[in-house]
Antibody, heavy 123, light 107 residues
Framework: EVRLVQSGAQVKKPGESLKISCEGSGYTFSNYWIGWVRQKPGKGLEWMGLIYPGDSDTAYSPSFQGQVIISVDKSVSSAYLQWSSLKASDTATYFC????????????????WGQGTTVTVSS | SFELTQPPSVSVSPGQTARITCSADALAKIFAFWFQQKPGQAPVLLIYKDSERPSGIPERFSGSSSGTTVTLTISGVQAEDEADYYCQSADGTGPWVFGGGTKLTVL
């Protein structure tokens, strides 16, 4: 079974750093892009960016460029999302998801999703 | 970049057909995708490439495209279909974009 399993919920203070993880299993992790999506409480989905584990090629949404860092460690089949200085506005659930590929084509969307990591930033 | 516009809410009685639209000029040239998200759960990919269903998605979910509007159609709506639905697309090498989401209420 193809799965993405994310790290647990986090409660942090403004200004603190954080790195959350997303571990893939059941497929060749290096061969599929992994994306990150933010969902603020009661709000919609926002695409943050994605990374190709094979060569760490990364693309960011302009809205998140410079605000977060997306990285990967293919030796442990894991992708990461990190902040150097959290703000209250970073309070959200963060999902990782695998780029959808089928029939020899890959599409600019995602099919397998992690369960989400809730990050709460509060003083 | 571009924006995808969805109605905030759609209501339908059980057994009826629900249609959720998503509009943007860019959709005349690029594919759209649809997700279902139930409270406290991750999104589920329902439709890709405007009208294709991934394996495991029930046939009552279908997608279509006409000009600058794509439509998700749910035939024979069931109570379990009550959820938020999001369209999503991407233009060239630009950011991937989600619509604002539509809350489907089953009356």
């Amino acid at each position: 079974e193809v799965r993405l399993v994310q790290s647990g919920a986090q409660v942090k203070k403004p200004g603190e750093s954080l790195k959350i993880s997303c571990e893939g299993s059941g497929y060749t992790f290096s061969n599929y892009w992994i994306g990150w999506v933010r969902q603020k409480p009661g709000k919609g989905l926002e695409w943050m960016g994605l990374i190709y584990p094979g060569d760490s090629d990364t693309a960011y949404s302009p809205s998140f460029q410079g605000q977060v860092i997306i990285s990967v460690d293919k030796s442990v089949s894991s992708a990461y999302l990190q902040w150097s200085s959290l703000k209250a506005s970073d309070t959200a659930t963060y999902f990782c998801a695998r780029r959808y590929c089928t029939g020899g084509s890959c599409y600019r969307t995602m099919d397998v999703w992690g369960q989400g990591t809730t990050v709460t930033v509060s003083s | 970049s571009f924006e995808l516009t969805q109605p905030p809410s759609v209501s339908v009685s059980p057994g009826q057909t629900a249609r959720i639209t998503c509009s943007a000029d860019a959709l005349a040239k690029i594919f759209a995708f649809w997700f279902q998200q139930k409270p406290g759960q991750a999104p589920v990919l329902l439709i890709y490439k405007d009208s294709e269903r991934p394996s495991g998605i029930p046939e009552r979910f279908s997608g279509s495209s006409s000009g600058t509007t794509v439509t998700l159609t749910i035939s024979g709506v069931q109570a379990e279909d009550e959820a938020d639905y999001y369209c999503q697309s991407a233009d060239g090498t630009g950011p991937w974009v989600f619509g604002g989401g539509t809350k489907l209420t089953v009356l």
